[in-house]
């Protein structure tokens, strides 16, 4: 099964950036994060887990829920960004990454059953 590690969370202040990362490992020979669906996630204290983006596999097209939020990968390191800026307070939560095998987003891609492996999570506060 794929195991995924997020970083690159941390304090921000409002109106900045930061670029998450997930890295993926334990791929099947000959596969690259490029096969898959991946979900970008979010946690708010007190609230649901509620899907912030999702890009499909190769480049097909996938869904954002936010036009401040936008998706990067490198394959040659099976690795897959979240490149987010314009930050709010509001933004403040745990960000998760998430592979859908099927390989593409669908219109039920917030549905957390379509991803079969997922990260930790790492915390993203945004505060002056």
């Known amino acids: 099964q794929v195991q995924l590690v997020e970083s690159g969370g941390g304090l921000v202040q409002p109106g900045g950036s930061l670029r998450l990362s997930c890295d993926a490992s334990?791929?099947?020979?000959?596969?690259?994060?490029?096969?898959?669906?991946i979900g970008w996630f979010r946690q708010a204290p007190g609230k649901e887990r509620e899907g912030v983006l999702c890009?499909?596999?190769?480049?097909y097209p996938g869904y954002s829920t936010d036009s401040r939020f936008s998706f990067s990968r490198d394959n040659h390191q099976n690795t897959v960004y979240l490149e987010m800026k314009d930050l709010k307070p509001e933004d403040t939560a745990v960000y998760y990454c998430?592979?859908?095998?099927?390989?593409?987003?669908?219109?039920?891609?917030?549905?957390?059953?379509?991803?079969?492996?997922w990260g930790r999570g790492t915390q993203v506060t945004v505060s002056s």
């Open positions: 998430a592979t859908d095998p099927s390989g593409l987003c669908k219109s039920n891609w917030n549905n957390e059953e379509r991803y079969d492996s």
């Open positions: 334990g791929l099947a020979p000959g596969y690259t994060l490029n096969y898959y669906a």
């Open positions: 890009k499909s596999a190769g480049t």
